[in-house]
Nanobody, 125 residues
């Protein structure tokens, strides 16, 4: 699976951005698609995930209610709508694909075999 993330940028606190991830190379019906982020000096952390087939979603607590993950099956795209952005959301955001993740492992980075190149999100205060 090849993943191409886009949509990052500079935004003021309280603003919004939508990240996009284009997936190609495999049928995604059995996959979980996720977004992770990594801030300078910190470990990569889980943000959100969606099970491609049925649309079940999972979010980390810090973005619950502000971010929305979705997928477009017709376009093989995954999106992360980010609202009410905060300076602590500043990071490089990565999309990832997990061919065999179960619900309990959707937030675990090691469940994901394929990673995109990352897109920078900077939120100014």
């Amino acid at each position: 699976v090849q993943l191409q993330a886009s949509g990052g940028g500079l935004v003021q606190a309280g603003g919004s951005l939508r990240l996009s991830c284009a997936a190609s190379g495999r049928t995604l019906s059995s996959y979980v698609m996720g977004w992770f982020r990594q801030a300078p000096g910190k470990e990569r952390e889980f943000v959100a995930a969606v099970r491609w087939s049925v649309g079940i979603t999972l979010y980390t607590d810090s973005v619950e209610g502000r971010f929305t993950i979705s997928r477009d099956k017709t376009k093989n795209m995954v999106y992360l709508q980010m609202n009410s952005l905060k300076p602590e959301d500043t990071a490089v955001y990565y999309c990832a694909a997990a061919p065999r993740a179960i619900t309990s492992t959707m937030g675990v980075p090691s469940s994901y075999d394929y990673w995109g190149q990352g897109t920078q999100v900077t939120v100014s205060s």
